[in-house]
């Protein structure tokens, strides 16, 4: 935190802005152009509610100086009242303008933050977690889509500022003169405020991200967390970050309320010296009443520049809030080439293909062909890198190093929509999307006739559980409760509905009786036997149905062989349950 600190404390002095905060004032700028017209609208309204509030003194003072000479006062009124109205019409439409413009710009970086999210898949996950993610998606994009409001307000802001002093050099010269001498301090206050805001809201945003991920992380186990009667000590996890987020919090505000402080104090002290020389030049006759009361304003107006501390905070914080987007943004998504796959049954291969982990390789030089319509089991113990495997092998994850190719073509060559459509995955926990139970089989990039989902369906073992649901394939999901197994089965028939020529299922039978496993493991031996499987297998019985076996250990491919030939080595017997083993060997015997 020191070094980033003194980093950018280093950048303030040396007056040059890094490339990540370029990536952010860039973000923010396309971010404020698809306000569209609303934008336009707002400065406008902004501009001319800046040039009435500049032009109201002015004509007050006429209205003042008339009234007491009894000369044209009901004409005078009558425009003092019509600016009035005005004032508040164009007040009403720039706040319109301003929510309006705020929210198309927050709805488009939303969407696009979410497609980059969903475009880097594992990788965005890996960069940061869940709860971090969501705190930027929802949070930091509001704070980000307010900076055009926020600039154009600012901007329009400048009118007044500069209307002020000119309107006090119109009424009399040393009535500016008097102002301006104030003027430089008013400026180094907002330059003060603007460094110390901008990384202040960089640290409380950043711990804000790191709440945001433990509270996901415990919602994801809070039926563990009740369990174990750990709710305390879990709340106290998840909090543990407040008080330095409190710290970072109070600092914005503490430099805030010290900078109002000097600013109201100063903008005081300007107002009782420029009302000291306009008593003066009233005592002397060079100005009128009205033009005394004019000038009072005019000092307030002028020091609208002093009033800008809150659109520098709310700036500061855009700029920091789309700063972590543009972190987000610079993670490259994985690249799809346009080729198509040539007729083929699935022959999946790996060249060479080493994945690293920092200094670590979780994976090691992994080469393995398995040909068109292979069942073949990948076992291990727990951190070999099985489920690695399986995630390069479908390319949810790119290699560091080696390549996979699918019937001779690489994957990094094959057009999404051909990738996605050729390979399948059935994982442990499958996630349903989708609005009914069809919708949940159905998801993919094309929709697959209803008989093919039915058959996918039977295939799983779900379609009885879906029959007595009571709209069937119709039902929509929230009103269709179902039990880890139920859940899976219908997830390994969305699987089955999809792969066109690879099937890849990471240990599918963790949460599925022993019935329902026998007639999974039927449907892979009989129905879709004309598609490459591989599968992540934990039980003995799972890899003993297998043509081929992969013993992964560290990264690295241990032994290949049928389940039996493997069977004879005492370090593969031991990858398994002792039940298991057991069971085994009394078949044998």
């Not at 990471?506 to 019935?515: F, H, K, P, R």
Request: with cysteine; proline share 4%; net charge positive.
């Amino acid at each position: 935190m020191t070094e980033r600190a003194g980093g950018r404390a280093a950048e303030s002095r040396s007056g040059h802005r890094s490339p990540e905060r370029r990536d952010a004032d860039r973000l923010l700028l396309r971010a404020a152009a698809h306000g569209g017209p609303w934008l336009g609208l707002l400065a406008a309204a902004a501009v001319a509610l800046a040039a009435a509030e500049t032009a109201f003194p002015a004509l007050l003072g006429h209205t003042i100086d008339a009234v007491l000479r009894h000369r044209g006062s009901s004409t005078w009124l009558l425009a003092t009242a019509v600016l009035v109205g005005a004032l508040v019409l164009l007040d009403a439409l720039e706040e319109v303008a301003a929510g309006a413009s705020a929210a198309r710009s927050t709805a488009w970086l939303r969407t696009l933050l979410l497609r980059h999210v969903l475009d880097l898949g594992t990788r965005a996950t890996a960069r940061a977690g869940a709860g971090d993610l969501v705190g930027r998606l929802v949070g930091n994009c509001a704070q980000a889509g307010r900076s055009g409001q926020v600039a154009v307000r600012a901007g329009a802001a400048l009118i007044p500022a500069i209307g002020g002093p000119v309107g006090l050099a119109l009424i009399d010269p040393w009535l500016c003169v008097t102002f301006l001498a104030g003027v430089p301090v008013l400026l180094l206050l907002l330059r003060t405020l603007a460094r110390d805001a901008q990384e202040l809201a960089e640290r409380y945003l950043t711990v804000q991200g790191e709440i945001a991920a433990r509270l996901v992380d415990a919602l994801r186990g809070v039926r563990t967390i009740a369990a174990a009667g750990t709710i305390d000590r879990e709340a106290a996890r998840v909090l543990e970050p407040l008080p330095e987020l409190h710290r970072h919090g109070m600092g914005i505000w503490r430099a805030q309320m010290r900078i109002s402080a000097q600013d109201g104090l100063l903008v005081a002290l300007l107002e009782v010296a420029v009302l000291a020389v306009a008593g003066l030049e009233l005592m002397h006759g060079r100005i009128s009443a009205g033009e005394l009361l004019a000038a009072a304003q005019y000092v307030l107006l002028g020091a609208t520049m002093g009033s800008a501390l809150s659109s520098v905070t709310a700036l500061a914080r855009s700029r920091a809030a789309a700063g972590r987007l543009a972190q987000l943004l610079r993670t490259e998504p994985p690249a799809y080439g346009r080729q198509r796959l040539p007729p083929g049954g699935g022959r999946l291969e790996l060249r060479g293909v080493t994945v690293h982990d920092g200094a670590r390789s979780t994976l090691r030089d992994v080469s393995l062909v398995v040909a068109p319509g292979t069942l073949l089991a990948v076992v291990g113990p727990s951190g070999a890198g099985k489920s690695l495997l399986s995630a390069v092998a479908g390319r949810l994850l790119d290699p560091d190093e080696g390549e996979v190719l699918l019937d001779g073509v690489p994957l990094a060559q094959l057009a999404r929509a051909e990738l996605r459509g050729a390979i399948g995955y059935g994982f442990e926990r499958p996630a349903l999307i989708g609005d009914t139970v069809a919708d949940a089989i159905a998801f993919g990039t094309c929709r697959p006739p209803a008989r093919e989902l039915h058959a996918a369906a039977r295939a799983a073992r779900a379609h009885d559980f879906i029959c007595r649901l009571q709209r069937r394939y119709r039902t929509p999901l929230r009103e269709a409760p179902m039990s880890g197994g139920q859940l899976q089965r219908l997830g390994l028939a969305r699987t089955f509905a999809h792969a066109g020529r690879v099937l890849l299922l990471d240990d599918i039978a963790a949460s599925l009786d022993t019935v329902t496993e026998h007639h999974i493991a039927e449907a892979l031996t009989g129905a879709l036997r004309d598609r490459t499987r591989i599968v992540v297998a934990h039980r003995a019985s799972t890899a003993a149905r297998a043509h081929t076996v992969v013993w992964l250990e560290e990264g690295a491919v241990r032994a290949g062989g049928t389940h039996a030939e493997l069977w004879q080595l005492p370090g593969y017997r031991a990858l398994f349950a002792p039940d298991a083993v057991a069971a085994h060997d009394g078949r044998a015997a």
